[in-house]
């Protein structure tokens, strides 16, 4: 090789090295700042253009001063401020501390042997704005060499020195030593496998190989040791190892020791990679998965999906304390990673933050209140109080659009119209309409949302319904309020009082949520079928309107103006194809439905329009049959007249047509339903005005009245008498209350037989020798409350007197003990119902007398009522020609 024909000149420029090693066969790159150093370059390579040898020297710390080797002291006494300098020098290039200016008789340790090295590379360069130069050196490691004397040149130092490496002689006679042989055989042999070993590790090709067997063993020794990082000490070692075999027997050892390190660090490493949890392979594979998708352009990467989301929840105009919330739990999502188990639930929580309206509202439209009362005339027929009532709550919407107005909560009987009244609402306000049921709910997170903590955990119904809408102001309707139960798992009844108090859904918890959300914009209508099972403090909280139920003449309108157009479009008719007259809806609503809402109604209409559906869908089946045939007679009569043919006249198909015209004639030709058709299609009728009558042509029989989730209805009480031992048998699915009642109404009329001369025979004992059996039919349906007082009363008193009560009354009032009549509920509902079953008299508790102002007047004008303050005055008024006995007794 070139560096075995080095001539070394008789003296070299010194660049002190800090220790740090230059070994024969090294490559270093150096920037030279401080001037001394600057000075030694520039004289010694930048001027002779790459052909400058300089020296590189080590130099020791104070701490090292003891090791082996000459401490060199410089010829000239005066140079103590140059090596003041050139160590400055030393602290520009290799971080070495400054000595203390103020000793200029501070001792260098020198190295006695150093390196000498020519420049591979070199540029100049100047600083800014100082103009200072500035040299990069590219140094390579040539040969050894021993100083001789070291002496000052201006700001640098130079040495005298004598060369340390063999002649070409000298290295011939000493590579046949068998010793040498050995060594080298060995050190070949440990470098092959260190190179094997970075090879496979590295996946490098065999080009370090190629050194083995070109380089010469003495320079491999050098390379290899430049290449490991090593203490200073024992870089000095092997620069001092003159002699080849010392050389290589360190060498081998520093190559065995470093290719020691790499198999401890692969075994640690094995373990470490033979310990991977699922999940981090799970990850690896990801990165993979992600670096393919960016190949094939198909990137759905996650930090884009993170970012999207930032910016989702950046729009979402959260308030500040909830914001600095959901960027505590954005860094959190950050680090975890995608297949870890919180990641998903964490996502959507975050989600679901992005997406609550916290400051989104319907756009604000102006509110026309007549077009609002136009609204609800044109949806709802009749309900004169409750759609007064609904304008008088957007009227005050409209004054003071901020007001909390009361929660209207709709109470009555099913397919009255409670529900489509809120969205009607809704409709009015210019506002989205939400719709919550509560039927069936028992679980109180329902309403509250679980527990992030729980898995499978949402948000409430409340949150989730905001989140469906889109705004923080809609109309929320909470359906079938009543329908609430409670058990182990909370009450949602109880955690509904929050949500309906506007003083505190200001900051309704949801504990999914987990941050307070304002539910004071949401307008909330409630609805329900009874009062008695919504707690008293909900009741509290909202305004009851009770929608009763519609009478006869009602319904008759609600049915042609409204169900009738409304079967029709759902069956594909018109009015041009089914028509049902009004005497026929009447007979539909006499006979086939007595129920307070209209649901029935429409499903009897709806029965009738699929019976005109299936008649015209098999008339167009035929009609179609028959357009066939007229195109295949037509093409036949064409092909024959193709041929030539001889066609008479009679082949001309206008009977076929005269059949079209026909068919298409009765196509058109509307369905009317008839008595005929309706018995057919619904059956017989269900309801008979003559059922009163017939129920209550033996005594014993009275009529009463009461009142259902379902509206009012008519109930009959039968009693009877027979042998026995003077027991009081009770049946007919009935409560603690209505028993009670019996032994009160059967308790009065025994403390009045005598009086009433109620006793056979001059008996004073009324109940001897006979049992009283009083039951109450529709034994299927269960039955409860006090109001049957007054009619269990009647009842007895006309089996015992066998006296018929009037067929054309119906009473209804509790009783007490004394005979005193109480004031019951639900009266409108009950008046109705009388109506429907074509009672024409009903008596009623005086304390009634003000509930009748909420009964339509086209209602009480059909009925005459009766009012009664004592029991004698209802049996005064139930028995025709009234109460015979009333002259005779004390009353």
Known sequence: MAMESVELPSRLGILPFRNKVLL?????????????????????????????????????????????????????????????????????????????????????????????????HLSRGVEKPSGRVTYTVVLEGLCRFSVQELSARGTYYTARISPLDMTKAEMEQAEQDPDFIALARQFKATAMELISVLEQKQKTSGRTKVLLETVPIHKLADIFVASFEISFQEQLSMLDSVDLKVRLSKATELVDRHLQSIRVAEKITQKVEGQLSKSQREFLLRQQMRAIKEELGD????????????????????????????QRELRRLKKIQPQQPGYSSSRVYLELLADLPWQKISEKCELDLRAAKEHLDRDHYGLVKVKQRIIEYLAVHKLKPDARGPVLCFVGPPGVGKTSLAASIAVALGRKFIRISLGGVKDEADIRGHRRTYIGSMPGRLIDGI?????????????????TGSDVRGDPAAALLEVLDPEQNKAFNDHYLNVPFDLSKVIFVATANRVQPIPPPLLDRMEVIELPGYTPEEKLKIAMQHLIPRVLDQHGLSSELLQIPEGIVKLVIHRYTREAGVRNLERNLAALARVAAVRFAEQDHAASLRKDMHQLSSSILESRLAEGAEVEMEVLPMGVDNQEISSATRFNSPVVVDEDMLENVLGPPRFDDRET??????????????????????QFIEATAMMGKGDLCLTGQLGDVIKESAQIALTWVRARATDMKLAPDGKTNLMESRDIHIHFPAGAVPKDGPSAGVTLVTALVSLFSQRRVRADTAMTGEMTLRGLVLPVGGIKDKILAAHRYGIKRVILPERNLKDLVEVPSAVLASLEIIFAKRMEDILEQAFEGGCPWRQHSKL
């Open 24 to 120: 024969p066969g090294a490559v270093v790159r150096i920037r030279c700042t401080n001037p001394s150093s600057v000075k030694l370059v520039e004289q010694e390579l930048w001027q002779r253009e790459e052909k400058g040898l300089i020296g590189i020297l080590p130099v020791r710390d104070e701490a090292e001063s003891t090791m082996v080797g000459t401490v060199l002291y410089p010829s000239n006494g005066a140079v103590a401020e140059h090596g003041e300098r050139n160590l400055k020098n030393q602290s520009g290039i290799s971080n070495s501390h400054k000595l203390d200016g103020k000793n200029q008789q501070e001792v260098f340790h020198w190295h006695n042997r150093g390196v000498a090295a020519r420049a591979l």
């Open 467 to 483: 989140k469906r809408v889109g705004v923080c102001n809609p109309v929320m309707l909470l359906d079938e309020i009543d329908k």
């Open 693 to 714: 009558a017939d129920r209550v042509a033996t005594p014993g029989v009275s009529v009463g009245l009461v009142w259902t989730a379902y509206g009012g209805e008519i």
């Open 299 to 326: 990137n759905d990467d996650d930090e884009d999906d993170m970012a999207t989301l930032e910016r989702k929840m950046q729009s979402a105009g959260m308030p500040p304390n909830i914001w600095k919330h959901a």
